[in-house]
């Protein structure tokens, strides 16, 4: 139950296409579901998050997509770029975000060819 | 958001020996956390650390092996103790201030 569900394992995405990653969660406790972005030798950089109380959120080419009903949410990356490539991981957390412990998926290695 | 410091950034460490990891923000924050990445894996948390209160372990880390001290609210340390070569990993310092921050990581090699 403390698990997220991570997919696609890794990605190849034209420069300008769309990238989407999905992610599944099976505690309804979860109430935050940051989306982290690591690039070699550093550490993860949080992107965009979101609480269940809204569908969507999108600040510049990122979107997440919350599904409450299914338990799901995904990353959108629009106008994917070269310079996007990179691990993502989709996580969660309950009881006031995170500032409790994060639960993490698996990381989507995504790769934008010019 | 917060600025965090990690040191040293990477080490390789004979077998037996150990190794404190240093961790450094540049403001006050209540929830420090430590986690261990294997190279193209994911995040697993180790410990929980508070200020002023005993570092909360998960499941299969345990403190005589990762003692982590917490003395004042910008700073905390992870010790690696004993090490094998599985302890070879990437150690991740964290800092919640309503959202987590990352420290760049430390790259451990053990031999």
């Known amino acids: 139950q403390q698990q997220v569900k991570q997919s696609p394992q890794s990605l190849i995405v034209q420069k300008g296409g769309i990238s989407i990653i999905n992610c599944a969660y099976e505690n309804t406790a979860f109430d935050y579901f940051p989306w982290y972005q690591q690039f070699p030798g550093k550490g993860p950089a949080l992107l965009i998050a979101i609480r269940p109380d809204v569908s969507e959120k999108k600040e510049g080419r990122f979107t997440i997509s919350f599904n409450k009903s299914a338990k799901q949410f995904s990353l959108h990356i629009m106008d994917s770029q070269p310079g996007d490539s990179a691990t993502y991981f989709c996580?969660?957390?309950?009881?006031?975000?995170?500032?409790?412990?994060?639960?993490f998926g698996t990381g989507t290695l995504l790769a934008v060819q010019p | 958001s917060a600025v965090i410091s990690q040191k040293p950034s990477r080490d390789i460490c004979q077998r037996g020996t150990s190794l404190t990891i240093q961790c450094q923000v540049d403001?006050?924050?209540?929830?420090m956390f430590w986690y261990r990445q294997q190279p193209g894996q994911s995040l697993t948390l180790i410990a929980t650390?508070?200020?002023?209160?005993?570092?909360?372990?998960e499941s299969g880390f345990v403190i005589d092996k990762f003692p982590i001290s917490r003395p004042n609210l910008t700073f905390s340390t992870l010790t690696v103790s004993n090490m094998s070569p599985e302890d070879s990993s990437i150690y991740l310092c964290s800092a919640a201030t309503g959202e987590a921050f990352f420290g760049q990581g430390t790259r451990l090699t053990v031999v």
């Open positions: 996580a969660a957390s309950m009881r006031g975000g995170a500032t409790n412990k994060l639960i």
């Open positions: 650390a508070n200020q002023g209160s005993e570092a909360t372990y």
């Open positions: 403001s006050q924050v209540t929830m």
